[in-house]
């Protein structure tokens, strides 16, 4: 058998654009035939992957998924919301949740490399998928939630998946206080469950800005304190769920509203799709214009 060097993986890395360990395994597996690798590449649909990698995928869905007292909430993403609607694209989002919810990875890189039930691991079905589908996929992120059976999950997928929330309630089993929950999470974007969870570095930080604040304003240094103080449980309002105004009820505070169910909220996470990714702007004529000079 034919020894696989790594200057032989790096000549296949640069003629497919495939990944590293994917170029290993393909050599190995034709004992070091560089074409036949570069055509068992093709075959799995790896190359032309590969090709797509430097491709920004802002577009896509978060999807949930609840199987007894376990449920997942993940983020897929595409480059074009086209394809985020595909029906092939979806299916994926489903066998991705689903498998995500059996296998319960701790980091994003042991999910990627988790064997799903076909025998390929994450990463290779995500290929396979980008071959069929013709656009970069990405499993950007994901969370696993566990409840027992006298809680309740709070599960919340707006304008068809662009934004969702999984929260985990205790103390009810009552799934529409928990969307109720979820649904007012969506919409208001909060950073925390309550002000306890503020670090005091933020709270600081917020005290100097909002005291600079006030003092700009050319307010008397004597009555500064008390109205930071005022402006920092406004600040508390906007960022910490049980104090924000309830979406369904502005005249009750969230917090209120989930006690008189008789119920903690313990956690949420909230996904917004493409949140963070720096999306690119093509200029089309340029990229038209780049393409009929290059021919």
Do not use: W
């Amino acid at each position: 058998m034919a020894e696989v060097t790594a200057k032989m993986v790096k000549e296949l890395r640069e003629k497919t654009g495939a990944g590293m360990m994917d170029c290993k395994k393909a050599l190995v597996k034709v004992d070091g035939d560089m074409e036949a690798a570069i055509d068992f590449l093709r075959e799995k649909g790896l190359s032309s992957a590969a090709k797509k990698a430097d491709r920004i995928a802002a577009e896509g869905t978060t999807y949930i998924e609840v199987k007894g007292n376990d449920a997942v909430l993940l983020e897929v993403n595409a480059e074009t919301d086209f394809v985020a609607k595909n029906e092939g694209f979806q299916k994926l989002v489903k066998e991705l949740a689903d498998h995500l919810l059996a296998a319960k990875p701790a980091t994003l890189e042991e999910a990627m490399d988790s064997k799903m039930e076909n025998g390929a691991t994450v990463a290779e079905h995500i290929s396979q998928a980008i071959a069929t589908i013709g656009e970069k996929i990405t499993l950007r992120r994901f969370t696993v939630a566990s409840k027992t059976d006298a809680d309740a999950f709070g599960a919340y997928l707006h304008m068809g998946g662009r934004i969702g929330v999984l929260a985990v309630l205790e103390g009810t089993t009552d799934e529409n206080v928990g969307r109720d929950v979820a649904m007012h999470i969506a919409a208001l974007n909060p950073k925390y469950i309550a002000h306890d969870q503020v670090s005091e570095e933020e709270i600081a930080h917020e005290r100097k800005v909002l005291t600079e604040q006030a003092l700009n304003e050319g307010k008397p240094e004597n009555i500064v304190a008390k109205m930071v103080e005022g402006r920092l449980r406004k600040y508390f309002e906007e960022i910490c769920v049980l104090d924000q105004a309830f979406v369904k009820n502005p005249d009750q505070k969230v917090g209120d509203y989930i006690k008189s169910a008789g119920a903690t909220l313990t956690s949420f996470v909230r996904y917004e799709v493409g949140e963070g990714i720096e999306k690119r702007e093509d200029n089309f004529a340029e990229e038209v214009m780049s393409q009929v000079k290059g021919k």
